[in-house]
Nanobody
């Protein structure tokens, strides 16, 4: 069982920045790819970014390329999503998720954190 917990959501104005964090159990970085998703009101869940379990590769959705950055801290127990140049359409509930080696789905999810961007 891998329990994840997001933090750092809040309300900002257009053009502002937020940094989301995802707290993970010790050693998670070596066993799981860590992804970020969001779900806006009335829309389907959307993939945003992923950092591979070895930390050597990243992939971003087109909607956030150049604005969002996924990373981990030096202890590799906490994962981040730095969000810059925020827009009203970024308003959503944001989730971190973990995908184990050899698996096709993200099997562990956090509870979500709210992000609201106003003009």
């Amino acid at each position: 069982q891998v329990q994840l917990k997001e933090a750092g959501g809040g309300a900002v104005q257009t053009g502002g920045s937020l940094r989301l964090s995802c707290a993970a159990p010790r050693g998670t970085w070596s066993r799981y790819d860590m992804g970020w998703f969001r779900q806006a009101p009335g829309k389907e869940r959307e993939f945003l970014a992923v950092l591979s379990r070895n930390g050597h590769s990243t992939y971003y959705a087109d909607s956030v390329k150049g604005r969002f950055t996924i990373s981990r801290d030096n202890t590799r127990d906490t994962w981040y999503l730095q969000m810059n140049s925020l827009k009203p359409e970024d308003t959503a509930v944001y989730y971190c998720a973990a995908r184990g080696a050899g698996r096709n789905q993200y099997e562990h999810w956090g509870q979500g954190t709210q992000v609201i961007v106003s003009s």
